[in-house]
Structure formats: structure tokens, C-alpha cells
């Protein structure tokens, strides 16, 4: 079963705009973790946040995590046409290795 | 270094054929899995080795099994070809060290069909 559910399923937005994505999730987790896939392509770490930590930036990227209510956020700031891809949330749930992947958001940026 | 790398990238079967997708990691990670990716879904685990000579069940093993006898490959068996294998295949990779705060690295992809 998916432990991951995204939030919105799609999004289509202008360049320049933000764009944010939701994630829930339903067990305890080590950490939650983004991950990037251009359309037929492999996915790719964007960034990584434990258990333990709030909110973590890298570049354009902004994730938030409450572990109280078991949900994360993915914002991308000043969006670019690039940006259109899919963005998955995954969880490594407490005592296992077992990473579980969302379903994703497709993102949409119109140049 | 090459990555992951997944061999083939493409390969279509009939229902009741075997088949290994291979695949290769040179980066020393102890960590490997394989996932299925249907579409409009996201990933779903299939196998998982945290080293050579370990493996274990994913969420969805039924029809796979996997062996792991060196650092560098994880290769994944179809025993029996069924049409709801049909799906995209990802082999990714852990570094070594506290796995569950490393992210991981995922190969190309097998996109896979079953008649």
C-alpha cells in the first residue's frame, strides 16, 4: 500500500510563479525524501529531511516536514519551463528499509 | 563513474517467458533495490539488499526474486512472464554508511511488456 499521497495530483502555473506540493504520509519515518522524474526518464534526488528537522533549502527548493501531522511540503520558488516534471515524495518508515513512494505531482510551467 | 546503469532498456515478452534485467552499480553502494513504476503511480518496491548475500521483500515481490552475489549487481528475474508485469523498472542505489539518510540514485529505467 502507498504510504505516500501527494497533494495536488496536477499543476500547471506560469513561469516566475511559485509552485507548492503537498505530501502525507501515515506511518513514523526516519526521513522524506523528493525526488524529481522528466517524463520517461529516472528520478532524481532533489533533497533529503529527517525525522528530526523542520525545514530544509536548497536553491529554489523549500521542504517543510511535520512529523505531528505526518505531512510535508515541496516549494519551488521562481518556477521555471524546466521545472515541468513530476515530483514524488517517499518515506523510509521508522525500523525498516523499505522506502515507500507517493503516486506524484505533475507539474506544469508555461513559459 | 557510470551510476546505475539497467540492461535492457527496452524488451517485450510473451506471458509465461523468463527473463533477468541487470542491473550495475560501480559507485561501492551496499544498499540496492528494485522498484515498478505503472502508470500515472508512483514507485512501488519490489526487492531490496542491503548487501551481498542479503535481500528481502519489498511490497510487491510476487513473480520476482533477485540474488545479490556481488557489491556491483542486483539482477531482478521474471520466473514467469505475466501481462501485469508489464510496467517500468527502476534498480536504485544507497551509499554506504546510515542508509536511511542518504538518498538514493536510480538507474534509467526497463521498460518492460508483456503480451
Known amino acids: 500500500s502507498q504510504q505516500g499521497e501527494e497533494d495536488p495530483q496536477a499543476l500547471s502555473i506560469q513561469e516566475g510563479e511559485n509552485a507548492t506540493m503537498n505530501c502525507s504520509y501515515k506511518?513514523?519515518?526516519?526521513?522524506l525524501q523528493w525526488y524529481r522524474q522528466n517524463s520517461g526518464r529516472g528520478l532524481v534526488h532533489l533533497i533529503l529531511?529527517?525525522?528530526?528537522?523542520r525545514e530544509k533549502h536548497s536553491g529554489r527548493l523549500r521542504v517543510t516536514l511535520d512529523t505531528s501531522k505526518k505531512s510535508s511540503s515541496l516549494l519551488i520558488t521562481a518556477s521555471r519551463a524546466a521545472d515541468t516534471a513530476s515530483y514524488f515524495c517517499a518515506t523510509d518508515p521508522t525500523g525498516g528499509f523499505k522506502t515507500i513512494f507517493g503516486a506524484g505531482t505533475r507539474l506544469f510551467v508555461k513559459a | 563513474n557510470a551510476g546505475v546503469t539497467q540492461t535492457p532498456k527496452f524488451q517485450v515478452l510473451k506471458t509465461g517467458q523468463s527473463m533477468t534485467l541487470q542491473c550495475a552499480q560501480d559507485m561501492n553502494h551496499e544498499y540496492m533495490s528494485w522498484y515498478r513504476q505503472d502508470p500515472g503511480m508512483g514507485l512501488r518496491l519490489i526487492h531490496y539488499s542491503v548487501g551481498a548475500g542479503i535481500t528481502d521483500q519489498g511490497e510487491v515481490p510476487n513473480g520476482y526474486n533477485v540474488s545479490r552475489s556481488t557489491t556491483e549487481d542486483f539482477p531482478l528475474r521474471l520466473l514467469s512472464a505475466a501481462p501485469s508485469q508489464t510496467s517500468v523498472y527502476f534498480c536504485?542505489?544507497?551509499?554506504?554508511?546510515?542508509?536511511?539518510?542518504?538518498?538514493?540514485?536510480f538507474g534509467p529505467g526497463t521498460r518492460l511488456t508483456v503480451l
Open positions: 506511518t513514523s519515518i526516519n526521513n
Open positions: 529531511i529527517r525525522s528530526n528537522e
Open positions: 536504485a542505489s544507497r551509499p554506504p554508511g546510515t542508509y536511511l539518510y542518504n538518498e538514493q540514485f
